[in-house]
């Protein structure tokens, strides 16, 4: 399952630092990145987070951030959009990757 976390700039870090402290949330694969890198935005007053791994461990995972009031709300649109944006980022990375070995 893959799901994504819109976060305050000075909360990036405190929420990926809490998911990593936790032996089984650990086990996600946690990707961070500014909302300008991933071109949604021009500033980077926002962070989104990319959790992908087991349905239940991103679940929790999500609840956890709410709790510690981390998370902010992000529409359904914004969401796909996001999710794509770092799909799009990951396929580029992957056509470099293979053009070294080309």
């Known amino acids: 399952m893959r799901e994504v976390i819109k976060l305050a700039k000075d909360n990036a870090k405190k929420a990926e630092e809490l998911l990593k402290r936790d032996p089984e949330l650990s086990k996600l694969s946690i990707t961070l990145r500014s909302a300008s890198s991933l071109?949604?935005?021009?500033?980077?007053?926002?962070?989104?987070?990319?959790l992908d791994g087991d349905e239940t461990l991103v679940k929790r995972a999500c609840e956890i951030l709410r709790e510690?009031?981390?998370?902010?709300?992000?529409?359904?649109?914004?969401?796909?959009?996001?999710?794509k944006k770092f799909e799009e980022s990951e396929s580029q990375a992957m056509q470099g990757f293979g053009a070294i070995f080309s």
């Open 39 to 50: 071109g949604v935005s021009e500033v980077d007053e926002f962070f989104y987070m990319l």
């Open 68 to 83: 510690n009031e981390l998370s902010l709300e992000i529409s359904e649109d914004e969401r796909e959009n996001v999710i």
